[in-house]
Structure formats: C-alpha cells, structure tokens
C-alpha cells in the first residue's frame, strides 16, 4: 500500500460506516467481506487502509474504517467490479441500516 507521507495523511479522505446488520446475518456478512478484501480494497493503489471491526460484545454489527488517498481514489474504490458485485450487491441485502462518516485526521501517530 505504499509509504504514508506527511503530505498524504493531511490530505486522506477517511470513512467510517456503523453498520446494522439484519438478525442472524452476522458471519455471512463477514464471510463477505472477507472475499472482497482482496478482490478490492487490497489491489486498489488509492485504498490505503481498508479495516472492519466486529464487536463481541453486540451481535449482527459491523464497523468499517476505510482511508483513501483522494475522493478519486474512494469513487474508484466504490465503483469497482468487486464492490459492486459484493459490497453494493450481496453485502447490501444483509443490512438494516448504515451510516456514512467522513472525518479528517487530527493527530496520527
């Protein structure tokens, strides 16, 4: 995924997605997730970090935290075969609701 620059943390666009997932669909979800992984976010120059957290202690969510180099780089990320396929398509009939984040870095270290 290449060095992290000074300059590139200033500028990465960051999403965060709090996702309701619809009762009992929590390891499909992931099962999901998992195959996508490398079919996109892993072979895409502009994702520079693609990370989803479960929560043990609450079934059926996920989070995921993703850092881009540009919002070139994220419509690249969502446009891709993969992510239409999977995220856009399989992933998406398994969820209730989520939300979309932007945030910008503060302190990195």
């Known amino acids: 995924m290449g ?4 300059e590139r943390v200033t500028k990465m666009l960051c999403k ?3 996702i309701e997932l619809k009762p009992g669909m929590q390891a499909e979800a992931e099962a999901i997730v998992a195959e996508f992984a ?3 976010p892993e ?4 994702t520079l970090s693609f ?4 929560d043990p202690a ?3 969510y996920l989070l995921f935290v993703e850092h881009f180099a540009d919002q070139a780089a994220y419509d690249a990320h969502t446009g891709s075969a993969a992510y239409k396929e999977l995220i856009a398509g399989r992933f998406a009939g398994l969820i ?5 984040i932007d945030h910008e870095l503060l302190v990195s270290h």
């Open 38 to 40: 490398p079919r996109g």
């Open 58 to 60: 609450r079934a059926d």
């Open 16 to 18: 965060v997605f709090p």
């Open 51 to 54: 990370r989803v957290y479960r």
């Open 96 to 100: 209730v609701e989520f939300v979309e």
């Open 43 to 46: 072979v895409e120059a502009g």
């Open 3 to 6: 060095q992290i620059t000074a």
